[in-house]
């Protein structure tokens, strides 16, 4: 399967998906591709919103707030394989018996799955701009990657007895 129908099919059979996605044995390099992906398109993103500060603060170019973004996710990286490894202790306190890549990959999954919303944030912060329009976005991308996040999670780690 390619990775927009993954992407599209992740909001309706999220454990399938993943299944498919560990089915396919470890590869690291795999996995990272999803952090990419989610890192693109939040870079993405953040086009607009940056675009209009500059544009608002009489700026000629929107660079100078874009670059800074660009660094920012690079730099997040170590974190999120952090917060992946978090992710699979706690749920192995509750008597999860998967691995730590299948952590990693319900992680940068459920973070990819999320992109495209990360899309219609940037457009939304850039057409409409600060309010209550974008805060309730960014509430429903929250919850939404948290729900998706618990769920994979959870599939990810049943162990290969369960599935």
């Known amino acids: 399967m390619t990775v927009t129908t993954d992407l599209v099919r992740t909001w309706w059979r999220p454990r399938a998906i993943l299944r498919q996605h560990l089915a396919r044995g470890k590869s690291e390099p795999f996995a990272l591709s999803f952090l990419l992906i989610f890192l693109v398109l939040a870079f993405i993103g953040q086009w607009p919103g940056a675009a209009r500060a500059a544009h608002f603060a009489g700026e000629p170019s929107a660079w100078p707030r874009i670059l800074p973004t660009a660094y920012g996710l690079l ?16 749920a192995r306190t509750m008597g999860g018996q998967g691995t730590w890549y299948g952590g990693r990959i319900a ?3 459920a973070l990819a799955a999320v992109g495209p919303l990360m899309l219609l944030q940037g457009l939304v912060s850039g057409m409409i701009g600060p309010g209550p329009s974008l805060t309730a976005l960014n509430l429903v991308i929250a919850v939404a990657f948290l729900w998706l996040w618990a769920t994979l999670l959870h599939e990810a780690e049943r162990g290969k007895d369960r599935r």
């Open 107 to 109: 992680l940068f999954w």
């Open 75 to 90: 730099a997040a990286i170590p974190f999120l394989y952090g917060l992946a490894a978090l992710g699979h202790l706690a």
